[in-house]
């Protein structure tokens, strides 16, 4: 049974993550190689498959018939473009490019290339609470969405996190996820940090969205919540609401209290997530159809670009109206 | 405003709870006197009301219209016949009377009186919690019941705490509740205690219940489950069940996990069903109409006869029938 | 045992209610009598009571030794002043007052009389919910507040609630209880209305304070949140946070779900704190000590004067400092 | 990259669902051939690979390395002794066989081949929940096991479901999983049917076991549940308790209420639990090392054998020890 060829582009958290759930999880697709600046670290997430200083090599390489990019990202534009210029499907770790010059270059080589390349790693459309709240949404069967809640906070944000990079690195999920979720584009945004750390990294934050379809987004970012990590949302709708569950599969009851635990990072909360977007994408190479809901280059565009356009909001504390460059026919 | 006289005997930590109670929770009562052997202690729980050391003086005094009596166990049948024999309403602590004989005589001292004069306090019948349960069984929304599951958990017992008392003391509550519940009379029993404490404690220990209605009730009784007091119901219907919510105000997030507290005794957790107990049975003298849910002496009596069957049935293992003395007329 | 007379300006929904809970369930206090234009719902709520029309002569009425108001928002600063010059306690719904200068009248008529006699009913400080998340964050045990996240959801409003009565309505709840909570005053508001309702009622609408002690407070006021009434808060910490439990005692189980129901309105979610609220008052009216946590005349005007504040905020939809008259000395 | 071939056996709902996890949720499979009497259900299972009438051909089939049977019952003894004979490894859907007999047969040819060849599908052991609740019991940072409460809740059976299939249809699952969790065996079985249906269905029926290790496991199994698959544990322990979380990913409200769905059955409840069952079993292929939480043979027989004397407890409604057949060296 012929199975896909993956390269995989960096061997870092992400990257060595990538390599065992391309090796070991997902149906259709066999691990080829593993590029690293760092040999030993490719070695050790290739799991006997070649390991590559050479990351241009690996997208050269004839038995790569898929790339996934996990490498810095400010290595993503040229190797991206690289991987098109290949003819080769790339999956590509967030944030597709770093300024929404080099997102229009890649969507404009995807679009000389005649097909689909390029899928972007927001991999929160592949989570199954994500997708259970679409599918309520998409129903109409709670009405019109009028707030959409989100909560994003992460247990601990090294020192030097500052508030441009909640925006960039964390909040970026949000804007890609509730525009899939809501079908909708942004047209402002109010940004109101805590007071009492705004002469500091402006953590927690709250970004309050209005959105064409009518809506209101509203989103904590939180970098030092300290008790886990916590990703929620909540639609409420003119109807009803529809909000994430509790993540926690057992409740333990001890010292007095029934507790439910959370993550400490990402990794267990979106397990299932990334093996579905790797599933997906796999399956969108093998069919030659690229998976419907998955994050596309343009919408990497859009994260990359609506994300400067907060940073400076936050500056300025004013609502701010957030605007898109016209997408390419 | 003309309010109800009461005098409550016995001033340990149930006796000043039920004092505190009259004298600040309920409307309609005041506290004339408190009777305790140790009169420091009565002192104590009479908040400037009268204290004293003879509880038959108590009963005796005009100013007392109605009498709590909270007194040790074995004291009750004695106290609860004169209040009787004074015409005095009595709202008595669990057990009514230490045998099913003691009880038969305060049934027909009661009887003799010509008109209801004794509460027993199983208070758990004014729980909010289990009312609600009472009225969705009652309506018969879900279908008929099919098995009623409980469980009766202290945080911990005093080392001379015996399987009879866990009978006596604990399941005691479970035995008047389920059957008020229900509106059924239990016919069997089978007690497994759990092996590893067979010839200790048998602690946890499984009874189970089968009801004249044909429906099951199993308690699990856990003298020293060490997290909390946690008292739980679920009644399992033929279209559904219905079962207690986790009883917290408030959930807290911290050190990886959501909790919600237990209550370390029965005093947070049955706070408001004493409050209620209290204030219905002042209603009920007030407007000379005793409170229709509230435990009679025959109820009282049938938690006593029951407890005594089951603690032999602990100790044959085997299925035994349950019977009732016959009732008066 | 001697108990306060009290006289109940009002006998609409909430005066009825506040009648039967001063009557039936708080101990210490006995119904006089009941005012109201329309006699017979006086008559009606007085049960057995005096039941008259004329409220000045209710509060001079010699046997009425304190007064609840109860009556339409627009007599309460004249009922006020009667109570205060009678020298007698007052528990007036909110608001206090139409206008801060208004309520600065009655502040300083209290002042005036040489005591604490004037009590608003913002009933939600009494709330065993609310008690819990304050004692958490008064410990510091979660560490400092950052943001306060709040709810004020109703299942329907009537069409002719505009978008400021929701903030003189409702939001004025939130405006006493946060405050409250966090032991702090507002700085400044930003007031975000969904965009789809913003030519209409401005419902939902985001509403984001930030505090002197440097955290941020939103509000979420929903008119017509349509699946039932709901009322949350969640304290996000340094260290952790505190929320409200769903309020359900019961869980059923039907239909393909496990359900937990809200109250379809404030009565059964605030039952407790309007009694423990009434019971504060009258025992503070008994022992000449005003309950410590009670929202005062001051409390009242802080109130009022912000929600004028922030209904002119929500026309400008910018950023608006918040700020307070001088306190009387 | 070489993939394990796999051959199912058996096109009905189980045997079309493997054959869609082993072609397109598993890494290192490839589904070559599905067997079912009916051969357009087969096609339709193959999607795209073999179809056959003979499964006795698609065993000795060169390119099937691995079988799957999920045939009627009666051929799992048959079917699982030729793919031994053919020396090739064999995932068998519960029951293992018929008998206890029947059983002993394939442990012992089994041994014959010398290595272990047979995996039974008990998919629960991969379940993430129950494998949580493991981790934590081996752990023992809760102390020793005292109850073991499970529910099994189907939301219809047909109207030919008879009690002893509920038994080993259904109860058998908990025969597997409980005695994987606890690590022990049973030593004796009390049966408790509701009495409303004692004459009938026995359903539903209280199972309360003791194991070697001295604790209790009560089952409580409910065919007719109505209200949607509902599978839960919760293991009572010395010093706390750990149990199932409902599971729900996401919460709705509306009509009055907050509520979590349950599934209609098995299949979106047990999921990622069968998915994960499978990718072990190619894992261990691959490998050549069998998963070591699998139910093996033995462990086939076991809830063969086991399932054979509970039924009989039933009959007699008295306290039945259970026994196993000495196992083989």
Redesign the interface.
């Known amino acids: ?1 012929r ?1 896909v ?1 993956v390269g995989v582009i960096g061997a870092g958290v992400m990257g060595a993550e990538h390599a065992r759930i391309l ?8 691990l080829v190689a593993v590029a690293d600046a760092d040999l030993s670290r490719a070695e050790a997430a290739a799991q006997g498959a070649r390991a590559t200083t050479d990351a241009l090599a690996l997208i050269a390489d004839p038995a790569v018939e898929a790339v996934l990019v996990a490498s810095p990202d400010a290595t993503h534009h040229r190797l991206v473009l690289a991987a098109i210029a290949a003819g080769k499907p790339v999956l590509c770790e967030k944030p597709l490019a770093a300024s929404t010059a080099e997102c229009l270059e890649i969507v404009a080589a995807e679009r000389r290339a005649g097909r689909q390349l390029v899928q972007t790693g927001f991999m929160r459309r592949f989570d ?2 994500y997708r ?2 679409k599918v ?1 949404l998409d129903s109409k069967a ?3 969405l ?2 959409l ?1 989100c909560q994003h906070r992460n247990a601990a944000a090294p020192a030097w996190f500052t508030g441009a990079m909640a925006i960039t690195n964390s909040l970026v999920h949000e804007i890609d996820v509730c525009r899939w979720l809501l079908s909708t584009e942004y ?1 402002a945004v ?1 940004v ?1 940090p ?4 705004a002469g500091g990294s402006g953590d ?1 934050a ?1 970004f ?1 969205f ?2 064409e ?4 987004v ?1 989103v ?1 970012v ?1 970098m ?5 990590y ?1 990703v929620h949302a909540e639609a ?1 709708c ?9 993540p ?15 993550p ?1 990072n990402w990794v267990p909360r979106f397990r299932d997530a990334y093996r579905l977007q790797n ?1 997906a994408w796999i ?1 969108g190479i093998r069919s030659a159809t690229p998976p419907a809901d998955a994050s596309t280059a343009w919408d990497g565009l859009v994260a990359t670009c609506l994300a400067d356009q907060i940073v400076e909001a936050m500056a300025t ?3 701010t109206p957030l605007v898109l460059p016209e997408r390419p026919h």
């Open positions: 049974m199975t060829g090796a070991g999880d997902v149906a259709g697709a066999h199954p609470a259970e709240m309520a709670l009405g019109a009028r707030i809640h047209s109010t109101i805590c007071p009492s750390e927690p709250l309050v209005e959105t379809a009518g809506s209101l509203s904590e939180f030092n919540a300290v008790y886990g916590h409420v003119a109807g009803g609401t529809i909000g994430m569950a509790h926690a599969l057992t409740r333990t009851r001890r010292d007095g209290a029934e507790e439910g635990a959370f400490a599933q399956d504390r004013r609502r």
